[in-house]
């Protein structure tokens, strides 16, 4: 439990976190294909984890995926250490303290509906991934193995939206798009 609540605060800094790299290390006119491909992880990470893990556990036993998953979790934090050297960073343009970041982007009309809509669609999307599996396996005792392809259908989905996604939002704009 503690390790989950750990992935969880982990995947909670990785939206902010990603969005600063971004505009640390690119050009503003290419912000939405470079997060298209920075958000294709979880996509992939659908298509390609899930039948890894689903295979691990249904042959060695659920302990297995989860040993695996950490390490893989490691693996990648440390790669992701020596990818992004802080020396190629810019230094910011203004200081500002970590709260007035906040009240700054509530000043703008049109953060609230968006952001509200960002919470509800994760969650959304964060509820069909976790209830779909425990529903599929109970209702039709399936097993880990046998639900597997549900979720390589939802990572499909997903990955095709975030690549179109990441072309569209160059093109157009961004604000209108968060609000549809």
Request: charged share 10%; aromatic share 14%.
């Given at each position: ?21 971004v ?32 295979f ?78 425990a ?43 968060c609000?549809?």
């Open positions: 439990i503690g390790f989950s609540v750990l992935m969880g605060l982990g995947g909670g800094m990785g939206l902010p976190f990603s969005v600063a790299l505009s640390d290390y690119f050009p503003s006119q290419i912000y939405g294909r470079v997060l298209s491909i920075i958000y294709a992880g979880q996509p992939i990470a659908l298509l390609v984890g899930v039948p890894i893990g689903a691990i556990a249904d042959r060695l036993g659920w302990h297995w995926s989860f040993f695996a998953l950490g390490s893989f979790t490691l693996g990648a934090a440390l790669v992701t250490h020596v990818i992004l050297s802080p020396s190629v960073v810019s230094p910011p343009e203004k200081k500002m303290t970590y709260f007035s970041n906040f009240i700054e982007a509530f000043r703008y009309r049109s953060f609230l509906p968006i952001i509200t809509g960002n919470t509800l669609l994760n969650v959304a999307h964060f509820a069909v991934a976790t209830y779909l599996i529903f599929l396996r109970q209702t039709y005792s399936l097993s880990v193995w046998e639900v597997a392809p549900f979720l390589l259908i939802i990572g499909f989905g997903q990955l095709t939206g975030v690549i179109a996604g990441g072309l569209v939002a160059d093109r157009l704009s961004k604000t209108k798009i609000i549809v």
